[in-house]
């Protein structure tokens, strides 16, 4: 009787060194029923305010394109919870916004913003916190430092102004107009306009022969293009967002100015042309492609990306995206590919978006480096012109 006692217990022994190696011998997969930790991101966006028109619909593609996502399993089986907070166009906001994800939420990264002020306003603080920030708005001072350098913990998805500005000034030079009048909004998107416009104007030969600002909460601007119209000037370079931009354009057809009227890609959206009731037809712009998507030729990269992505909006969301949910659109992807390739590490996340080459996006072929944090060229761009309200490719 004893040694049958004894013979049960080692083989109960036995069983459980077999169960106890069986548990040591876990895999990364969670046990069915139970998903992985949440990886989360961050996006300050102004929904609200006077850039609204910039981040409606860039809160909306962040989020069908976090929903896409999840749907198809997260990155590595990670869900991804993306936490959207409105800086209602506020410089304070952004900042306070910015440092509640990466304090209390701990953020892997942080999208945003829409204007160029509100994510030059976040810039101290992530770079503090050395969190990788993509933002996306258009000033090249937001990735490169007083000396020059890029911002290490920056990056951006919007055409840099110098290489809108670059562009214009060839335009112009290609139509035979080399002295133009230049009016632009009082504030960081306008002077860094203005900053990058007077250097390209410089290197191409155009003469600015007036510069004249405005606010953004401008009604009417009928002063400065007063003195627009008085001047030799053979075109107006306009550098501004709406409403404004629409407000400025509507005052320019008022006073009849007979000559070209030339706008950035600040405008590109349906809200610039709806705004302006008619008078928006006729300005020409340098602009992303997704405007244009259906007209570019089968060769070109972008065009499957700018179609998949026109769509799935449409879908969504009843209406045609925006030069803007672009931008989000380019934020949120590249965010996604760093962490898939850094995993949840900070650091790591920042190394691998300044490695991220050849990636098609809607507002380019992105090339990023290290000496490159934007990494779009001016073949991100074509010319458009706005004609029965509707956007029209221009031969380049």
Not at 39 to 55: E, R, T
Not at 307 to 321: A, F, H, M, T, V
Request: glycine share 8%; proline share 4%.
């Amino acid at each position: 009787m004893l040694k049958r006692s004894l013979l049960v217990l080692l083989c109960l022994m036995l069983i459980l060194a077999i169960v106890g190696c069986g548990k040591a011998k876990t895999t990364s997969e969670p046990p069915a029923g139970e998903t992985k930790e949440a990886y989360k991101i961050g996006a300050v966006v102004d929904i609200s305010g006077s850039a609204a028109s910039l981040g409606e619909p860039e809160r909306n593609t962040l989020q069908m394109l976090v929903d896409e996502l999840n749907a198809e399993g997260g990155i590595d089986g990670h869900p991804v919870k993306l936490i959207i907070l409105d800086n209602k166009s506020n410089e304070t906001e952004a900042v306070l916004a910015a440092k509640r994800l990466i304090d209390q939420d701990k953020v892997l990264a942080v999208i945003g913003c829409s204007q160029s002020s509100t994510s030059l306003a976040m810039v101290d603080t992530v770079t503090k916190s050395q969190v990788p920030m993509v933002s996306m708005a258009a000033s090249a001072k937001i990735v490169t430092t007083p000396e020059g350098k890029q911002q290490p913990w920056v990056f951006k998805t919007a055409q840099s102004d110098i290489v809108v500005a670059n562009k214009i000034a060839k335009y112009l030079v290609g139509q035979g107009i080399k002295d133009v009048a230049f009016l632009s909004m009082n504030n960081a998107f306008g002077d860094s306009g203005l900053k990058n416009f007077e250097e390209a104007a410089a290197a191409n030969g155009v003469n600015i022969l007036l510069k004249e600002k405005f606010e953004a909460t401008d009604n009417d601007m009928t002063a400065q293009l007063t003195k627009v119209k008085a001047s030799k000037a053979k075109a107006t370079v306009v550098w501004a967002i709406p409403p404004s931009a629409s407000i400025v354009t509507k005052n320019f057809r008022s006073l009849n100015i007979n000559m070209p009227l030339i706008h950035t890609h600040g405008i590109g959206n349906q809200k610039f042309i709806d705004i302006a009731e008619g008078a928006a037809d006729g300005v020409i712009a340098p602009m992303g492609k997704l405007v244009v998507a259906e007209q570019l030729p089968e060769s070109d990269t972008q065009k499957p990306v700018l179609l998949s992505y026109i769509n799935d909006y449409q879908e969504k969301y009843g209406s045609r995206p925006s030069t803007f949910g672009g931008h989000g659109y380019d934020a949120f992807e590249l965010t996604v590919k760093a962490i898939e390739q850094a995993g949840p590490d900070r650091a790591k996340i920042r190394d691998a978006l300044e490695q991220i080459t050849g990636f098609p996006g809607v507002s380019g072929v992105f090339n990023l480096s290290a000496e490159d944090h934007n990494g779009l060229g001016e073949d991100s761009m074509v010319f458009v012109e706005i004609k029965d309200g509707k956007w029209h490719l221009l031969a380049n």
